[in-house]
């Protein structure tokens, strides 16, 4: 069965604080994860990837990676109103293909 | 240049009638995926055309017909749909199919069946 977790929310953070979004995924063997941001109305948009354990950083993104507990996250420092979105947490299971399975997504709110 | 395009971006047919999604990436990316996606739910896999053959079929029904006319194109053939099968109709692309490829969305056409 391939699940992956997300809390729906709203996660709701004032602005410049720390927002940090988990999720976690049913099969032990996947070997890639990715981050979507997705505003009303719009395609989702990758803002990061992480494929090995440990952290990955880009800009004001950290991905968080941890196999053993299945669990990834992702944290957004000084979080500005414009990073009001869904994120979607997508995972690859460990076959020949890219096959990405969609989390349900968290919704953020960044509050002025 | 990361960038897919998809037409139309909006689209309204009824249940009899014939319509094709396109989608076109200049990237050079060997890989092409539709996605659906309804309000409020993630995007669900239908389709994965690695250089330019069919590789995954999620168990997509018949009225939902894809071609890969060449490596830039990627086509979305449908009939005789149902009203359910209103939604968001993503295209996306990726370097190659393999796992540690990332897919870039286009724009989406939003479709409605009457």
């Known amino acids: 069965q391939k699940e992956v977790e997300q809390n729906s929310g709203p996660l709701s953070v004032p602005e410049g604080a720390i927002a940090s979004l988990n999720c976690t995924y049913s099969?032990?063997?996947?070997?890639?994860f990715f981050w979507y941001r997705q505003y009303s109305g719009k395609s989702p948009e990758l803002i990061m990837f992480?494929?090995?354990?440990g952290d990955k950083e880009d800009g004001r993104f950290t991905a968080q990676l941890n196999k053993a507990s299945q669990y990834v996250s992702l944290l957004i420092r000084d979080s500005q109103p414009s990073d009001s979105a869904t994120y979607l947490c997508?995972?690859?299971?460990?076959?020949?293909?890219?096959?990405?399975?969609f989390g349900k997504g968290t919704m953020l709110l960044v509050s002025p | 240049d990361t960038e897919v395009t998809q037409t139309p971006k909006h689209l309204v047919m009824g249940m009899t009638n014939k319509k094709s999604l396109k989608c076109e990436q200049h990237?050079?990316?060997?890989?092409m995926y539709w996605y659906k996606q309804k309000a409020k739910k993630p995007p669900e896999l239908m389709f994965v055309?690695?250089?330019?053959?069919?590789?995954i079929n999620e168990s997509v029904p018949s009225r939902f017909s894809p071609e890969c006319p060449n490596s830039s194109l990627l086509n979305l053939h449908l009939h005789a749909l149902q009203p359910e099968d209103s939604a968001l109709y993503l295209c996306?692309?990726?370097?190659?199919?393999?796992?540690?490829?990332?897919?870039?969305f286009g724009p989406g056409t939003r479709l409605t069946v009457l």
């Open positions: 996306a692309s990726s370097q190659g199919a393999g796992l540690r490829n990332e897919q870039f």
């Open positions: 099969d032990r063997g996947s070997q890639s």
């Open positions: 992480i494929y090995s354990n």
């Open positions: 997508a995972v690859n299971w460990p076959s020949g293909y890219s096959t990405l399975t």
């Open positions: 990237m050079g990316h060997r890989a």
């Open positions: 055309y690695s250089y330019e053959k069919l590789s």
